[in-house]
């Protein structure tokens, strides 16, 4: 299958810096990515959706100025916390979507996660 | 709004034992299915997908779903468990709107197989 890679893995910080994690898919292009955030035993919660080229579609909820979204290539999409708070700890996973055989049958790829711990 | 219904939070089974995990969605529309695995500290993983055709599935590891598309649902299923199915199984859907598919998640199954 397709390769999706997050750096950091782990990362801690500080109350009110910001932390960058970026996510790269290795061995295809993705014009659309996907940042999902995960509570501990609890599902996935997209966040945003990231174009190439554009300007990235934030679900209902998320703060656009918090988390700041650039997808600069068709290979990385970089996801900003912006003055980070104890209450934005938690795990960050992207993934990226392989186009299909163009009848909608695309699939994501799924990044294996950034842990996100704010002090 | 569509969503996701999985009706199991947390099964335990012994090994050899047979599974049925439930998923249910809401939307009227074309839709992909997918079943998401994530083992302790791995990332998620495609178990399997339904984009047409075949509405009986069969994926990774032993795998199989079949979608019933009036029942709205796309149950996982497994003969016969091993320990090393012990994970978090995550059912999925995408629906074509608003120019793109996103993804939606149910709220996953814990499995904890005993050997």
């Known amino acids: 299958g397709a390769v999706v890679s997050q750096h950091p893995s782990r990362v801690i910080c500080k109350s009110g810096t910001s932390v960058k994690i970026e996510c790269r898919s290795l061995?295809?292009?993705?014009?659309?990515m996907f940042w999902y955030r995960q509570f501990p035993k609890k599902s996935l919660m997209l966040m945003a959706t990231?174009?190439?080229?554009?300007?990235?579609?934030?679900e209902q909820g998320v703060e656009k100025d918090k988390f700041l979204i650039n997808h600069a290539s068709l290979t990385l999409s970089t996801l900003t916390v912006t003055s980070a708070h104890p209450e934005d700890s938690s795990f960050y996973i992207c993934?990226?979507?392989?186009?299909?055989?163009?009848?909608?049958?695309?699939?994501?790829?799924f990044g294996p996660g950034t842990r996100l711990t704010v002090l | 709004a569509q969503s996701v219904s999985q009706h199991n939070h947390h099964v335990i089974l012994s090994e050899a034992a047979s599974l049925e995990l439930g998923c249910n969605y809401s939307?009227?529309?074309?839709?992909?299915l997918f079943w998401y695995v994530q083992y302790p500290g791995q990332h998620l993983q495609l178990l399997l997908k339904?984009?047409?055709?075949?509405?009986l599935v069969k994926g990774i590891k032993g795998f199989e779903a079949e979608f019933i598309k009036s029942k709205f649902s796309f149950n996982l299923r497994k003969p016969s468990v091993q320990w090393s199915d012990t994970a978090e199984y995550f059912c999925?859907?995408?629906?074509?709107?608003?120019?793109?598919?996103?993804?939606?998640f149910g709220a996953g199954t814990r499995l904890a197989v005993h050997p």
């Open positions: 061995d295809f292009q993705a014009t659309t």
């Open positions: 999925a859907v995408t629906t074509f709107s608003g120019g793109y598919n996103k993804l939606i």
């Open positions: 339904y984009f047409s055709g075949d509405p």
């Open positions: 993934s990226a979507r392989r186009p299909g055989t163009g009848n909608g049958a695309d699939e994501q790829f």
């Open positions: 939307y009227g529309g074309t839709v992909n």
């Open positions: 990231s174009n190439e080229g554009s300007k990235a579609t934030y």
